[in-house]
């Protein structure tokens, strides 16, 4: 069974950082696209970052220039450097991964995380 487990979540004051890290078993972290979601409250989830199988990225517009995502084929892990963090960031932060059916990569983000929950305070 696939599992993404999540870690690094916390509370920090405005302008400092966290990292988040993703942990994948059952599945190896370069094969399709993986990336970070957030839904605060009373909101809707949002894209954070995305890298594709090949290393592509994107960032949304709120987060670039201070959010990095990247991905450790040794640890099979994916992670999230969070800089210069501000309250608007406040959210539950997910890591979620499209599955490999058939030899080709779906757009349908099969596998999700628990989540965990990063709080910046003022």
């Known amino acids: 069974q696939v599992q993404l487990v999540e870690s690094g979540g916390g509370s920090v004051q405005a302008g400092g950082s966290l990292k988040l890290s993703c942990v994948a078993s059952?599945?190896?972290?370069?094969?399709?696209?993986m990336g970070w979601f957030r839904q605060a409250p009373g909101k809707e989830r949002e894209v954070v970052s995305t890298i594709s199988g090949d290393g592509a990225t994107y960032y949304a517009g709120s987060v670039k220039g201070r959010f990095t995502i990247t991905q450790d084929n040794a640890k099979n892990s994916l992670y999230l450097q969070m800089n210069s963090l501000k309250t608007e960031d406040t959210a539950v932060y997910y890591c979620?991964?499209?599955?490999?059916?058939?030899?080709?990569?779906?757009?349908?983000?099969?596998?999700w995380g628990q989540g965990t929950q990063v709080t910046v305070s003022s």
């Open positions: 059952g599945y190896i972290v370069n094969t399709c696209r």
């Open positions: 979620a991964a499209d599955a490999a059916i058939g030899g080709y990569c779906v757009n349908e983000l099969n596998y």
